[in-house]
């Protein structure tokens, strides 16, 4: 794999790309190409949450466990779609709860890009997936991945606010420092659990606050 990834996260991840890990990720990925299966979120868009938002902008983590599988969904940040495909039943609930917490306008899109340039990394545990089949890379190597970028971020960035929906998501509260962090855990806004503490959660209204209170300007919301 070409690794496309924004210059200061390419810095702080360099000792990462040399792991053995990260080769057998990117040769498992040729192989499916090679094999004429199908990965979303699209090559360039592999490492978009990077670009959307490099290491010295992060001030929230959105933590999600896999891109969406389905034609044209995945682009590279968790949770979120391109404009002109239909939010999925999580992001749906996702608003409802910004709506009720915050009071923004349930939006008509699902494209998370205005959160990102604004400090919010939209970080998926895998990066990839196969067409049609959730959790098809989960064990091909990207949560080593993704367990570097996240104790990075705590290790590097002060007063991040990380959003763990979901006990997948929560599983990985161990890397962050809490006594230098918030971390904000409830449900996760799947139709099967959003009934179960991810509605009334107030996220986002939590997270604006504790960045006020740090002296960082709160995220706009609004999409």
Do not use: C
Not at 15 to 22: A, K, L
Not at 28 to 54: D, M, R, S, V, W
Not at 99 to 123: K, Y
Not at 132 to 160: C, L, N, Q, Y
């Amino acid at each position: 794999m070409n690794v496309q990834i924004e210059a200061s996260w390419k810095e702080a991840l360099s000792g990462e790309f040399r792991q053995s890990y990260f080769k057998t990720i990117t040769e498992h990925l040729k192989t499916e190409k090679a094999q004429g299966k199908t990965i979303y979120p699209a090559g360039p868009n592999i490492f978009h949450a990077f670009t959307a938002t490099p290491l010295g902008e992060v001030k929230v983590v959105i933590l999600g466990q896999d891109p969406y599988h389905g034609p044209g969904q995945a682009h590279g940040l968790s949770f979120s779609v391109q404009k002109g495909v239909p939010p999925p039943p999580s992001l749906v609930n996702i608003f409802k709860e910004l709506h009720d917490d915050v009071g923004t306008p349930i939006p008509r899109h699902g494209f998370l890009e205005h959160w990102a340039r604004q400090g919010v990394l939209l970080l998926n545990a895998s990066l990839t997936v196969r067409a049609g089949e959730p959790m098809s890379h989960a064990k091909i190597g990207w949560h080593h991945f993704t367990d570097a970028v996240i104790k990075k971020v705590s290790d590097e960035r002060p007063h991040v606010v990380f959003i763990l929906w979901g006990k997948f998501a929560q599983s990985k509260e161990a890397l962050i420092d809490t006594k230098k962090h918030l971390v904000i855990k409830s449900a996760h806004p799947s139709p099967l659990s959003a009934n179960n503490g991810f509605f009334g959660s107030k996220p986002f209204s939590q997270t604006n606050k504790w960045l006020m209170k740090h002296g960082l300007d709160p995220i706009d919301w609004a999409v």
